[in-house]
């Protein structure tokens, strides 16, 4: 991309609204130079990286001081969105429905999945399981309503992700962890252990 079209992209800003509440966006960031920067930062050709922004924006807008989540899927050498859902009402919550889910199979080629975290916390093992047992996703990112953007890859030669999880899970149950904590605390031990690439902007 040209930088005088990237430098025009940055006129994508995220609307002033009258609520605040702990999911209301960071505008003072997002819609800053610096964040659209971020997304040069990630290892992918320049027109999936301005891809990556330009849908960040849109679910920023869409999920403004809200708990809901939006998904994208994006082609990871072209930048083209292969399917989205911008519809979840469960909080803290997405993912594809069957047809969506069947829009990535038939595209044939590896994606980039893109979803929100209203609370901006780090990918959770769910999305980290998701990313490690579908061989077409080429890398997650999460994006926060801070204005953080999290990226998270499998290394080729990295330890399993659900042999660790698994492991540590089952010794906090049985060290008396509640189910929460136990989840979080083996979820720490997948981080640590290397079983998943992490990078944070």
Not at 11 to 34: D, P, Y
Not at 35 to 50: A, C, G, N, T
Not at 75 to 89: E, L, P
Request: aromatic share 8%.
């Amino acid at each position: 991309m040209k930088e005088e079209s990237y430098l025009a992209a940055e006129t994508t800003k995220v609307s002033s609204i009258s609520t605040h509440n702990s999911f209301t966006i960071n505008r003072q960031l997002v819609n800053a130079k610096g964040y659209h920067d971020k997304f040069r930062h990630i290892s992918l050709p320049r027109p999936v990286q301005e891809a990556l922004y330009q849908s960040s924006m849109k679910i920023l807008e869409h999920r403004n001081a809200t708990q809901l989540e939006d998904l994208y899927a994006i082609d990871a050498r072209t930048g083209i969105v292969i399917t989205q859902n911008c519809d979840q009402v469960t909080p803290f919550h997405t993912g594809f429905n069957s047809i969506q889910y069947q829009n990535i199979l038939d595209h044939g080629s590896k994606i980039i999945l893109l979803h929100n975290h209203p609370s901006s916390t780090r990918p959770s093992i769910t999305d980290i399981n998701t990313l490690a047992n579908e061989p077409t996703i080429a890398c997650s990112i999460v994006i926060g309503h801070d204005a953080s953007v999290q990226v998270i890859s499998i290394p080729v030669r990295g330890p399993k992700v659900d042999t660790i999880f698994n492991f540590w899970y089952t010794a906090g149950k049985a060290a008396g962890w509640p189910n929460q904590e136990a989840k979080l605390r083996a979820t720490d031990y997948v981080y640590a252990k290397g079983a998943v690439c992490y990078e944070k902007y």
